[in-house]
């Protein structure tokens, strides 16, 4: 192994998607990209369920065949049996476009990931630990590290992207500007099994999700013989089981859920029980002068609709984007700052009302589980939801100064627009006629759940503040009207 750098441009903490997406982006621009990775990889992971979205990463980080010759599992689609519901949502059934993700383990994926990222120019180094950073003034300038061989020393840098998940090292170091939703405080439980029932519903491949009285659960086929199965619940309903065992809890919620338990009637428990809390945060700001916090760093959400590498890649490509541009002088650097800000809180946020409504389609059920899921005014501000849903719900805008208006507004329109897309793909005969009236309605269920699920940001119709993301010929930023100030809401 070469010797860690005294010096690097670009400074990325962290090797998981977020990380490794932004190190190979400026890579592949001609940056000086140094990234430092605690764990020797490849190493475990949850969050195995990946996004259509994920296919768009891929092709821009050049490692889209590499993917798709690693054998995951691909996903068509999820099914879901949600209260008295039954969903079968197959991918590009209403838009067209991708029709497939994957199921990964996180181990191969995140591996693959990284060492891609070191044949695109990126100087990685594994087993390194970042002890501390040091501040000019409000601007991270260096950084010491140090290695298990009892190595020591400091990089300086000019950018740093703290990709270092959970951990947040400069959230919850520096910054300490994270903060905790009142929504959304669950734990999951899980374990893999071999030798299941498929899906008796629905595409090979699919993830199933059921929901309990107390929960939900998901199964999610790794591959012909293994499936992850795991169990979500609120902390509180986990603490009053706290004297029973770990396995215990977990198989008595899963015998609650026909769905999942006649999947695994036939197999085999072949690993330990988990556990880790699913609490959802947020922090203040993602961004300020020198620095970008990108993936779980930044923010985290249950994980009810898979987004977390679908949220890691995305705030990863934009912060490539900004500090491509601001490195080769298009941008002034608050200005991509803020854009970035904006941008991933705005991603983030229709993602938390999208979760809330989805919850919202069981809250018939009489269960505190149910209940302790519904958005209150204290998980998020009138002006960052007015950002989020201004284009996307009429009316809300009216709404911004009466905060818990506002928050009711957002999650029962989107619950609408869930109904709405639901009830198009269970009439499959209508859907199938591709008249007028159904074309009409099928548009507009695709560009809500587009500008919700996809990369809004990466035209000029999704500008934020007249900014964008532009990837060719360049990665960076473009201005719909150059001339226009942003303005700026970054701490610096």
Same mark, same amino acid.
């Given at each position: $192994?070469s010797?860690?750098?005294?010096?690097?441009?670009?400074?990325?903490?962290? @090797? *998981?998607?977020? @990380?490794?997406?932004? =190190?190979?982006?400026?890579?592949?621009?001609?940056?000086?990209?140094?990234?430092?990775?605690?764990?020797?990889?490849?190493?475990?992971?949850?969050?195995?369920?990946?996004?259509?979205?994920a296919?768009?990463?891929?092709?821009? /980080?050049?490692?889209?065949e590499?993917? &798709? =010759?690693?054998?995951?599992?691909?996903?068509?689609?999820?099914?879901?049996?949600?209260?008295?519901?039954k969903?079968?949502?197959?991918?590009?059934?209403?838009? *067209?476009d991708?029709?497939?993700?994957?199921?990964?383990?996180?181990? &191969?994926?995140?591996?693959?990931?990284?060492?891609?990222?070191?044949?695109?120019?990126?100087?990685?180094?594994?087993?390194? &630990?970042?002890?501390?950073?040091?501040?000019?003034?409000?601007?991270?300038?260096?950084?010491?590290?140090?290695?298990?061989?009892?190595?020591?020393?400091?990089?300086?840098?000019?950018?740093?992207?703290?990709?270092?998940?959970?951990?947040?090292? /400069?959230?919850?170091?520096?910054?300490?500007?994270? +903060?905790?939703?009142?929504?959304f405080?669950?734990?999951?439980?899980? @374990?893999?099994?071999?030798?299941?029932?498929?899906?008796?519903?629905?595409?090979e *491949?699919?993830?199933?999700?059921?929901?309990?009285?107390?929960?939900?659960?998901?199964?999610?086929?790794?591959?012909?013989?293994? $499936?992850?199965?795991?169990?979500? $619940?609120?902390?509180?309903?986990?603490?009053?089981?706290?004297?029973k065992?770990?396995?215990?809890?977990?198989s008595?919620?899963?015998?609650?859920?026909?769905?999942?338990?006649? #999947?695994?009637?036939p197999?085999?428990?072949?690993?330990?029980?988990?556990?880790?809390?699913?609490?959802?945060?947020?922090? %203040?700001?993602f961004s300020?002068?020198?620095?970008?916090?990108? @993936?779980?760093?930044?923010?985290f /959400?249950?994980?009810?609709?898979?987004?977390?590498?679908?949220?890691?890649?995305?705030?990863?490509?934009?912060?490539?984007?900004?500090?491509?541009?601001?490195?080769?002088?298009?941008?002034?650097? &608050?200005?991509? =700052?803020?854009?970035?800000?904006?941008?991933?809180?705005?991603?983030?946020?229709?993602?938390?009302?999208?979760?809330?409504?989805?919850?919202?389609?069981?809250?018939?059920?009489?269960?505190?589980?149910?209940?302790?899921?519904?958005?209150?005014?204290?998980?998020?501000?009138?002006? %960052?939801?007015?950002?989020?849903?201004?284009?996307?719900v009429?009316?809300?805008?009216?709404?911004?100064?009466?905060?818990?208006?506002?928050? !009711?507004?957002?999650?029962?329109? #989107?619950?609408? +627009?869930?109904?709405?897309?639901?009830?198009?793909?269970?009439?499959?005969?209508?859907?199938?006629?591709?008249?007028?009236?159904? %074309?009409?309605?099928?548009?507009?269920?695709n560009?809500?759940?587009?500008?919700?699920?996809?990369?809004?940001?990466?035209?000029?119709?999704? =500008?934020?503040?007249?900014?964008?993301?532009v990837?060719?010929?360049?990665?960076?930023?473009?201005?719909?009207?150059?001339?226009? !100030?942003?303005?700026?809401?970054?701490?610096?």
């Open positions: $192994m010797n860690i750098p005294n010096s690097t441009q670009i400074l990325v903490i962290g @090797g *998981g998607p977020a @990380g490794s997406t932004a =190190a190979t982006l400026l890579a592949r621009e001609g940056f000086d990209v140094t990234l430092l990775e605690r764990d020797i990889f490849p190493r475990y992971h949850i969050g195995e369920s990946l996004l259509p979205s296919l768009e990463i891929f092709d821009l /980080l050049g490692v889209r590499k993917v &798709e =010759a690693q054998g995951f599992q691909r996903k068509p689609g999820a099914y879901l049996e949600w209260g008295k519901e969903w079968s949502l197959n991918f590009g059934e209403l838009s *067209g991708h029709t497939y993700s994957f199921q990964v383990r996180r181990a &191969e994926f995140d591996h693959l990931l990284l060492e891609h990222s070191k044949s695109q120019g990126v100087k990685v180094f594994e087993g390194t &630990e970042i002890r501390q950073v040091s501040f000019d003034g409000n601007r991270p300038k260096s950084a010491t590290w140090s290695q298990s061989n009892g190595a020591t020393g400091d990089i300086s840098f000019d950018f740093v992207i703290d990709a270092s998940g959970r951990a947040g090292v /400069l959230s919850t170091r520096y910054l300490k500007n994270r +903060r905790n939703h009142n929504v405080q669950n734990i999951a439980i899980w @374990g893999y099994w071999k030798n299941v029932k498929r899906l008796p519903q629905g595409q *491949g699919a993830i199933a999700v059921g929901s309990i009285p107390e929960g939900w659960l998901w199964g999610i086929p790794l591959d012909e013989e293994i $499936m992850s199965v795991g169990v979500v $619940m609120h902390k509180d309903l986990y603490k009053e089981r706290r004297n065992k770990l396995e215990d809890i977990y008595e919620a899963i015998q609650e859920c026909s769905l999942i338990s006649d #999947m695994i009637a197999g085999e428990l072949v690993s330990e029980v988990k556990v880790e809390q699913d609490y959802s945060y947020t922090s %203040d700001y300020g002068p020198g620095y970008f916090v990108s @993936g779980d760093a930044a923010c /959400l249950d994980p009810l609709l898979s987004s977390g590498v679908h949220l890691a890649t995305y705030s990863a490509l934009l912060a490539a984007a900004s500090i491509a541009s601001i490195k080769r002088g298009e941008i002034d650097e &608050e200005q991509a =700052a803020t854009f970035y800000d904006k941008s991933y809180r705005q991603a983030y946020l229709r993602f938390l009302v999208f979760v809330s409504a989805f919850y919202d389609q069981n809250r018939g059920k009489d269960s505190y589980f149910w209940e302790a899921q519904k958005l209150s005014r204290h998980d998020f501000s009138g002006a %960052d939801l007015n950002l989020a849903f201004l284009n996307l009429s009316g809300v805008e009216d709404l911004v100064d009466a905060q818990e208006g506002a928050t !009711e507004f957002a999650v029962s329109e #989107m619950s609408k +627009r869930i109904k709405e897309n639901h009830d198009l793909r269970q009439d499959k005969e209508t859907l199938a006629s591709k008249d007028k009236s159904t %074309d009409s309605a099928i548009q507009s269920t560009n809500f759940f587009n500008a919700v699920e996809g990369f809004f940001s990466l035209s000029a119709a999704g =500008a934020i503040d007249g900014v964008y993301v990837t060719k010929p360049n990665l960076g930023l473009a201005q719909v009207t150059p001339t226009r !100030e942003l303005q700026t809401g970054v701490r610096g």
